[in-house]
């Protein structure tokens, strides 16, 4: 009997748990591509006001970026600064490659960071500006939706994994 | 042969895909490297004292152009932008005067597709060309010319005339060098230089810092325009002597009366074969026939660059 | 008759009504639609069984072989 009970905790825990996880990951999204745009926003002052060399111009944007985009970024800043012939946008490549697993974020939103890889650093302050701040306003357009998703399929997300838990221990029994 | 530093100043900033071929092509060279000309689609060329070579595929020199290796937009782009540490929006008004310069006082030529802004540059971008010229410093290049620019422990203002090519700019910074550490053999102390240095070429400033040795004595004022440079410096910081390269304008001329009035001894150079050219330069003559001046030396690259043709004592005749 | 088995299907009822309102309020109409109709077929399952049990009994019971 006390086995039966514990297999059915079990047997209800391990969808939950799934669904709790996939929930996170709506929620985290939206926090991450904040995280971006804030960093992105401090590296378009950087650029505009400051002319900062790229490499501590990435690690002050880390800074105000957040725990996992700002990982990312710094994380670009240390392999331009490792040097062997890298430019800014194929570090935060890089970076972003290496960090492809512990971040949310979908193929659309990586895209947009992709489109800033061949020209981070690469052009005069106007223009870097300018695509920097389209990005900004795409990473804006992205956490919008990202919120979106979140408020509907974050609670949902949770409720199917408890329930499905709850439906399959009563199926089995 | 290899020039000092030249892997940790050059090859560092050079696409990976030609650093072992340069390398391998710079130790084949029978002088030293002069400069480095990486051009999109064109052969890669190494120019030396007295010729140049182009660079094989397999790093050996070759005269044949046809068979020499052709660098790509990735190699110029990424060479562009490794040079200026992935930066480039911080390097603008550089860019802008078409150089970069690299640690070490080496400077990149850059040329490609101008923007332009209402007449004036405002960048350039697509960089299809990259002039990399080694930085070589000829510590002593002025060493028989001080003892005629002094007398009695004082330095006479001096105006280096010469034509374009004939190391004015070297024995400039030679001059400052000397003139900023003291010279004991001339009873000449160490003076506080000021030398302006309009297009970074003497001093080679790197964010601010000399990259050139230009004495311990001298302040460097980097890429501000001369005659106001020249202001700038008598009034804050105080120097016994100013340097400038290439004075002509009207107000360059207003700056060094400036100079003198206040007590400052002036090191200039001009553009020019001779001192009748320089006289047909209304700033300049205006500036000869006021004495402003105390010598001219005359350069050529008759002997090599750096022949200096004759000093003359502007208030009588020629000294050597 | 086993009770246990009515809480079952009433069980199985009333989760798969929970998930169908939850999926439909987060607009996934169409998997809610899908969950309840697998809903549907669990519970029937569960009765076809009983169904089948049924009629054996009648069979036994009248000696229709």
Redesign the interface.
């Given at each position: 009997m006390t086995l039966k009970l514990v297999g059915a905790a079990l047997t209800v825990l391990a969808p939950s748990w799934i669904g709790f996880q996939i929930a996170a990951r709506y929620g985290r999204r939206p926090v991450e591509l904040r995280g971006f745009q804030n960093g992105l926003a401090v590296l378009v002052t950087e650029?505009e006001y400051g002319?900062?060399?790229?490499?501590d111009?990435l690690r002050s944007a880390a800074r105000a970026a957040g725990p996992v985009a700002g990982a990312i970024l710094a994380d670009a800043a240390r392999r331009?600064e490792a040097?062997?012939?890298i430019?800014?946008g194929e570090?935060l490549s890089d970076a972003l490659a290496e960090h492809r697993g512990s971040v949310c974020l979908t193929p659309a939103d990586e895209e947009i960071l992709a489109a800033l890889f061949p020209v981070?650093?690469?052009?005069?302050?106007?223009?870097?500006v300018r695509h920097l701040r389209l990005a900004l306003d795409r990473l804006a357009a992205a956490e919008a939706e990202a919120a979106d998703e979140r408020r509907?399929?974050e609670?949902?997300y949770r409720?199917?994994g408890v329930?499905?838990g709850?439906?399959l221990v009563?199926?089995l029994? | 042969m290899l020039p000092e530093g030249f892997e940790r100043e050059i090859l560092?900033y050079?696409?990976?895909r030609l650093?072992g071929l340069l390398r391998r092509a710079a130790e084949a060279l029978p002088a030293p490297l002069e400069e480095i000309r990486i051009r999109q689609d064109r052969p890669l060329q190494l120019v030396y004292p007295g010729g140049d070579a182009f660079v094989a595929p397999d790093g050996r020199l070759t005269a044949d152009p046809g068979r020499a290796v052709r660098p790509d937009h990735d190699d110029l782009?990424?060479t562009?932008?490794?040079m200026?540490?992935?930066?480039?929006?911080?390097w603008?008004e550089e860019?802008r005067g078409g150089f970069l310069t690299l640690e070490g006082g080496h400077r990149v030529g850059l040329c490609g597709r101008a923007v332009t802004e209402a007449g004036r540059i405002?960048?350039l971008?697509q960089v299809a060309s990259l002039n990399i010229r080694i930085a070589r410093e000829v510590p002593g290049a002025a060493d028989g010319l001080l003892p005629h620019l002094v007398r009695g422990g004082r330095f006479l203002s001096t105006l280096l005339i010469s034509p374009p090519q004939a190391g004015k700019t070297t024995l400039l910074r030679d001059l400052v060098r000397q003139l900023s550490a003291g010279v004991p053999r001339l009873g000449l102390r160490g003076l506080k230089v000021g030398l302006v240095d309009e297009r970074s070429e003497v001093a080679g400033c790197l964010r601010g810092v000399p990259q050139r040795d230009v004495g311990p004595r001298t302040d460097v004022l980097d890429g501000c325009p001369k005659a106001e440079g020249l202001m700038l410096l008598i009034r804050a910081l105080s120097p016994e002597v100013v340097a400038a390269d290439e004075i002509g304008r009207p107000e360059d001329a207003t700056a060094v009366m400036e100079a003198l009035h206040a007590g400052v001894a002036v090191l200039a150079t001009a553009h020019g074969s001779g001192l009748a050219d320089v006289r047909r330069r209304p700033a300049l003559a205006e500036l000869l026939r006021v004495g402003a001046f105390e010598r001219a030396v005359l350069l050529s690259r008759r002997r090599g660059p750096g022949t200096v043709e004759a000093v003359l004592d502007l208030a009588r005749e020629v000294v050597a | 008759m086993d009770v246990?088995l009515l809480f079952?299907i009433a069980?199985?009822g009333i989760?798969?009504a929970?998930?169908a309102t939850?999926?439909k309020?987060?607009?996934?109409d169409e998997q809610g639609q899908m969950v309840t109709l697998v809903?549907v077929l669990?519970v029937l399952m569960m009765v076809v069984t009983l169904l089948g049990k049924f009629f054996n009994l009648v069979k036994a019971t009248f000696g229709m072989y």
């Open positions: 650029v002319a900062t060399p790229m490499p111009a331009l040097g062997g012939g430019t800014p570090a981070l650093g690469a052009s005069d302050r106007h223009d870097q509907r399929y609670r949902m409720y199917v329930l499905s709850l439906a009563l199926i029994m | 560092t050079v696409s990976p650093t782009q990424r562009f932008q490794l200026a540490r992935g930066s480039v929006y911080a603008e860019v405002r960048t971008t | 246990q079952r069980g199985v989760i798969v929970v998930m939850v999926l309020q987060a607009g996934k809903g669990v």
